[in-house]
């Protein structure tokens, strides 16, 4: 099998298993809270396990700057699922996805604002085109609180995203599982505070899907991901990542009967679009190598996408 045809297969089902995530959050029965730790946490048994046996624990080429950036960049991710995951409680899965991936032009607002990067004005026709889209898919009336703080916790996702995107892209010369298995580990005695684990005691089936966010949907995921990245070319990864939105939205009508309206459905095409230009732009200009450089859309985790 051609390499490039092997790496297609693996980043479709990764984003797959991604389109998948929100059933599994809401099924855990828990809040986002205790979801994401114990998502941090399988997680991180996942990925040093993997790591460990693969050798990637030797000659690491973890430095206390770049583990410290990793660490960053695993407080702003932890929280950004934080935020996801209340969006999926607060509107829906479909709306939730769909809004948290106007990630790359949050991506883009701050290389201007922090990295000093000049704005071409086809961009900001595409940020235009994003938020006319955004607009039509939130589809929120003035009295309808509780939709209107589910784009909220999106949107709070998707800049917490992009933020730690911009982190990690400082990171060099260390594999990208390893900067996953810091962030994820980094989310354990973060989250501590504020999970209540009294709520645990009556999850029963529900450990069964919190496993399996770690395990699947962050363990195997990221894998698959890591290894299709190093067989494609960037424009394809683009492309490929818009599996994810449209998996949930599938499954988020199969399993819970929830679809968008006609109004809110002309906004996704927008949003993909101009997020997609967006990302091939970006992808097109010169930019610094780094062990863990991943486009924008890829996914819902800054070293990943995941």
Known sequence: MRNETRGTLELTLAMVLSGTLGVFVVEAGASPFVVVFFRCLFG???????????????????????????ALGGALIVFNWVFLFEAYEA?????????????????VLFGAVVLRERIAAAKVGWLVVAFAGLVLVSGVRPGDTASLAGLGYALAAAVLYALSTLVTKRITGVRPHLIALVQV????PLLLPFADFGEVSGLGAGWGWLAGLGLLHTGVMYVLMYAAYQKLPTAKIAVLAF???????????????HHIGLVQALGVPLIVLASLKVTLGRAAAPAPRTAARVPAAASPAATRSG
Do not use: C, K
């Open 44 to 70: 991180a048994l996942a990925l040093g396990a993997y790591s460990l046996a693969r050798g990637f624990l030797t000659g690491h080429g973890l430095t206390p700057r770049t583990f410290g950036l990793a």
């Open 91 to 107: 509107t829906s899965i479909s709306l939730a996805t769909v809004v948290y991936h106007t990630q790359p032009f949050f991506l």
């Open 185 to 188: 580990t980094t989310g354990i």
């Open 243 to 257: 599996t994810y939105p449209a998996v949930a939205m599938l499954v988020d009508w199969l399993v819970y009967g």
